[in-house]
């Protein structure tokens, strides 16, 4: 499961979804989880959280998707568990890649046509793309290491 799923988030991304989309979708996937809100409930987070220069969407679909496996559903039940779990996904995206901050990551403001432009012309989906894929990884173990 760890191994397929980076590479179908990587094939969703390809296909048109964005990261966020992306990630949370091939997450849920390999957990045989269907939802017709899913990935929808991801879209707003993309592309740094609706193009604002936030959160790299790859992250925040990532912590949505350990809310799959980890996530309460009971107000009674703990939530350290799963806030553990995504404390450990940011740090090791950060140690990572430098950042989980999309215009630090992309070094374009998404919410600007110039930035838009900018990062087609340096074909930044291929960096997004390694992104995404990394951010499955880590969601998939995470989830996986503690459940």
Not at 52 to 67: E, K
Not at 73 to 96: C, G, I, M, W
Not at 116 to 122: E, K, L, P, V
């Amino acid at each position: 499961m760890v191994d397929e799923g980076p590479q179908r988030s990587g094939e969703l991304f390809d296909s048109g979804f964005c990261c966020g989309e992306s990630v949370l979708l091939a997450v849920a996937e390999a957990r045989g989880i269907r939802s017709e809100l899913i990935p929808g409930i991801a879209t707003g987070f993309c592309s740094g959280i609706a193009r604002t220069c936030g959160l790299c969407g790859a992250v925040s679909g990532a912590i949505m998707a350990i809310g799959l496996s980890l996530g309460r559903s009971k107000p009674d039940q703990s939530v350290e568990e799963t806030y553990d779990a995504v404390r450990e996904l940011v740090h090791s995206f950060e140690a990572r890649f430098g950042s989980a901050n999309c215009l630090e990551l992309t070094g374009a403001d998404l919410g600007a046509e110039e930035g838009q432009n900018a990062y087609r012309a340096n074909n930044q989906g291929q960096e997004c793309a390694r992104y995404v894929e990394e951010a499955t990884r880590m969601a998939i173990r995470l989830a996986d290491g503690r459940s």
